[in-house]
Every structure is written in C-alpha cells, then in structure tokens.
Nanobody
Framework: QVQLVESGGGLVQPGGSLRLSCAASGSIFSIDAMGWYRQAPGKQRELAAI??????NYADSGKGRFTISRDNAKNTVYLQMNSLKPEDTAVYYCYAVHRDRTGTYRNYWGQGTQVTVSS
C-alpha cells in the first residue's frame, strides 16, 4: 500500500501563488508517475499536471502558470501555481501510479487539498 499526503492548499487572492506538495510513503517499489488532478464544485475531476519519466504534461488551463516538479529521493511531487484565477478554485488531488516488483500497476489518490482563489 502507498499513502499520499498533500499539503499547501488554502485561500489566495487572484494573481497570487500557492505551492502544493504531496509525499508518498508506504511499501514503495517504483512510482512511475505522479501528478495532480482537480475537481471544482459541480464538475468532473480533471488533470492539472502530471510528470512521468522526466516528461511533464499540463492541462491547457494551467500552461504557463503551473509548474510540476518531483523529488524522486523524497517520493514527493510539487505543483507551483502562479497567477491564480478564481476558476482555479477546486479540490486538488495528488495521484500516483505505482509499479510493484511483479510489474503490476496500481493507482493511488490523496485525500485532496482545497484551493480557493477569491478576493
């Protein structure tokens, strides 16, 4: 089992910045991908950003404003969010793809952290 613990959410004014962190722990063999999804009220969960094998992918809404990074030694992924907009308000969920020693993949989710962008 792998546990994901997020931190860094909160209330920020439009144009402000936040940095989310997600640390993975537990029985880790290999985490092949880590990223962030978000879910706004009344909407479906959507990808915000993800990193895998050194490559990154962003939703169009976050390109140029969000930066995802990963510290492999700490099994931690970060999401730096700049120039935040009210439409970025959502619960942000950490996501990880774990591969065990048999080659079996399993997806894990964090509990979510609230990001509210409002004046």
């Amino acid at each position: 089992q792998v546990q994901l613990v997020e931190s860094g959410g909160g209330l920020v004014q439009p144009g402000g910045s936040l940095r989310l962190s997600c640390a993975a722990s537990g029985s880790i063999f290999s985490i092949d991908a880590m990223g962030w999804y978000r879910q706004a009220p009344g909407k479906q969960r959507e990808l915000a950003a993800i990193t895998s094998g050194g490559s990154t992918n962003y939703a169009d809404s976050g390109k140029g404003r969000f930066t995802i990074s990963r510290d492999n030694a700490k099994n931690t992924v970060y999401l730096q969010m700049n120039s935040l907009k009210p439409e970025d308000t959502a619960v942000y969920y950490c996501y990880a793809v774990h591969r065990d020693r048999t080659g079996t993949y399993r997806n894990y989710w964090g509990q979510g952290t609230q990001v509210t962008v409002s004046s």
